[in-house]
């Protein structure tokens, strides 16, 4: 049987990628308050904090794994459900998380970047800037991946269409380009910029300020 590669299996390959991505944050949560002996040397707020991160961590990485489950197996599908399922994962879980905080920030004038100021630093190298382009366009892969079926799932007539199951050859293959995009992507993430980036570029929330002036000399009559 011929598999189309229609929208609504498009859309998972992009659900996919999304929430490989944010695997990566999930296991820094995780793994912040795993270590016992080392939280066991922090005081009480910073190991109430670690716990908690770690405990953030568990959180997001089930969430993660219900999204990836929802979508291989009924989004696919394109079962009505799923997609309100993962309409609740993008809208309700990292619109808040990932997206609205620096938005709060930007309406208020309260941002460090401007859009051209953050466009640069993220491509010079790791840093803030860089991490808030990279969630950005990650949510904006799991809108796309929201939007591209809703004909599939919800318009009279393309909804009824025969439903054309990927065959385990062709997710097999999908899932091993999302695998070998996502550490191509890691890789370049860690290595950064592959050219030298005059210092003064380097700075990524500002400039340096200058050094203080040297000290006065005393002009007290004794000379000290």
Known sequence: MRVRADSAFVSSLLHTI??????????????AGSHKALVAR????????AQMSHYFGVARLAIILIGLIVVWTGYVRRSRSAWF?????VWLWAFPLFILPDAVLLIRGKSIFTFSELIYNAM?????ARTVVEVNLIFLLMVVGLVLPIGRFFVAGKADEP??????????????????AMTALFFWMSVGVL??????????????????????????PDGN
Request: glycine share 6%; hydrophobic share 45%.
């Open 18 to 31: 999304a929430l490989l991505y944010l695997i990566r944050p999930a296991l820094w949560n995780y793994f």
């Open 85 to 89: 399922v993962m309409f609740v994962v």
């Open 124 to 128: 010079l190298g790791p840093g803030l």
């Open 42 to 49: 922090m005081d009480e707020g910073f190991r109430a904090e």
């Open 163 to 180: 439903i054309h199951t990927p065959s385990r050859r062709l997710v097999g293959v999908s899932l091993i380009a999302v695998i070998v």
């Open 195 to 220: 050219y030298e980036i005059p210092n003064p570029q380097l700075i990524i929330l500002g400039p340096i300020p200058p050094p203080p002036p040297p000290p006065t000399p005393c002009k007290c």
